[in-house]
């Protein structure tokens, strides 16, 4: 019912800098959220960040005042700029969508939880 498309991953330094755009297709009249996760070989999928009421973002600690999250609803996208961009930062970055509206936001403030949707992720790489 929701359909993800991430694009805007890549390669590069340590201290530089990429943007992520997540393209959503939903095909429901319910409610919805939507967020950016990451998952690095052998690690589990990790919360990285959400928007909340008011434009609110909402990050996981290790990104916290190096990415900014934001949501353009008039082309139905999810972004994030990320700076300051450490080799640890290395993972296919997924966006997510979950049919609870608040959901998405308490997975990132808890570190705990999934959502029902996936895109089909982008690579980050970020070489030392």
């Known amino acids: 019912q929701v359909q993800l498309v991430e694009s805007g991953g890549g390669s590069v330094e340590t201290g530089g800098s990429l943007s992520l755009s997540c393209t959503i297709s939903?095909?429901?009249?319910?409610?919805?959220?939507v967020a950016w996760f990451r998952q690095a070989p052998g690690k589990e999928r990790e919360a990285v960040a959400a928007?909340?009421?008011?434009?609110?973002?909402y990050y996981g600690d290790s990104v916290k005042g190096r990415f900014s999250v934001s949501q353009d609803y008039a082309k139905n996208t999810l972004n994030l700029q990320m700076n300051s961009l450490k080799p640890e930062d290395t993972a296919m970055y997924y966006c997510g969508a979950h049919l609870n509206p608040y959901h998405c936001v308490h997975v990132v403030v808890t570190g705990s939880g999934t959502l029902d949707y996936w895109g089909q992720g982008t690579q980050v790489t970020v070489s030392s």
């Open positions: 939903a095909h429901t009249t319910s409610p919805y959220c």
């Open positions: 928007v909340g009421s008011g434009g609110v973002g």
